[in-house]
């Protein structure tokens, strides 16, 4: 009986510990600031090309944000910018000269999403500027 006096013990522990209820939850991730400069390329896989630029995102999520691209010789500004977890959304008036609604998903120092218009379907990617 003595024996199992310390195993008995071990046994009520063990099960004490295990009946504590799920783990908690992993903390969220930081909320996301897309602001800076980045190196960015568009590219339009059905026509086979590919257009370098720039993307500056301004402000803050308390005052909202602005933000420009420019790309092939001309730049635009970027409306109804909106970040949500790790992802942003905003309207771009591309080279067909009417709002495109865009869409990037955050990782790390840089972005990938993609856009698409009456013309057809681009991506767009990005590399935030060290510094920047």
């Known amino acids: 009986m003595i024996k ?20 908690p939850e992993p903390p969220a991730p ?3 600031d897309p602001t800076g400069t980045y190196d960015i390329s568009i590219s339009v896989p059905e026509a086979g090309f590919e257009l370098p630029g720039v993307m500056v995102i301004q402000g ?17 500004d970027l409306t109804d910018i909106l970040v949500e977890g790790q992802t942003m959304t905003f309207l771009w008036v591309g080279p067909s000269a009417q709002e495109v609604p865009v869409q990037v998903t955050f990782e790390g120092d840089g972005f990938s999403g ?3 218009d009456e013309t057809g379907e681009a991506l767009i990617s990005g590399t935030k500027r060290k510094g920047a």
């Open 60 to 76: 803050s999520a308390e005052e909202g944000y602005t933000g420009s691209i420019d790309a092939g010789g001309g730049g635009t």
């Open 4 to 23: 199992q006096l310390p195993t008995a013990a071990a046994l009520v522990l063990l099960l004490s510990a295990c009946a504590g209820g799920p783990p």
């Open 114 to 116: 993609g856009m698409a």
């Open 30 to 32: 930081p909320a996301l």
